[in-house]
């Protein structure tokens, strides 16, 4: 089994485009989300910082949830809401970065003048609904960067912080 993509960002695209711009900012999301989530415990994953909130592993869950809306935007499928219940044994990290890795691959070499075609689509018990691209930046991956830096102050607050030589804006480890 391959470790999970992301342990660092990769190499910058090229040029400036507004699909490498796109990619980048999933990229972003992919190193962020894997230091976030990297080796919580099952007790760390059932922390929730007060009865009300979504424990960590339903913050992962929701994240897996937004990515695939992303995913499902550049593909042209529809989302279902309410989003499915994900099994307890399924390995949401793995999966919710190897989505990202497939956005943010999609993105970079995609052609600008696509993004007029993609439309983030949701059936919500037969209502179908429509939107231009534009919601996904400023929704979906907007929100899926705001859930990961949750999962940053949760974990903090159960005890288990990121590791501390992880480098957002280098996108590496200084260790």
């Not at 919710?96 to 439309?119: F, H, S």
Request: charged fraction near 20%.
């Amino acid at each position: 089994m391959s470790s999970p993509p992301f342990h660092e960002i990769p190499a910058p695209p090229q040029s400036y485009s507004a699909t490498t711009v796109l990619s980048r900012l999933m990229e972003g999301l992919g190193y962020r989300y894997y230091w976030a989530t990297d080796g919580l415990t099952d007790e760390a994953l059932g922390f929730r910082p007060e009865p009300s909130s979504r424990s960590i592993r339903e913050t992962m869950d929701h994240i897996h949830d937004i990515v695939q809306m992303v995913e499902y935007s550049l593909t042209g499928e529809t989302y279902a809401l309410p989003s499915p219940e994900i099994s307890a044994d399924f390995d949401v990290r793995g999966a919710t970065l190897d989505m990202i890795q497939r956005i943010g691959e999609t993105l970079r070499g995609a052609d600008p003048a696509q993004i007029d075609e993609w439309k983030i689509r949701f059936d919500m018990g037969g209502n179908h609904m429509e939107f231009p691209f534009w919601y996904t930046i400023n929704g979906t991956m907007s929100d899926a960067i705001y859930h990961t830096g949750q999962v940053v102050a949760h974990r903090r607050a159960a005890g288990s912080p990121v590791n501390p030589d992880m480098n957002v804006f280098l996108g590496q480890n200084s260790a």
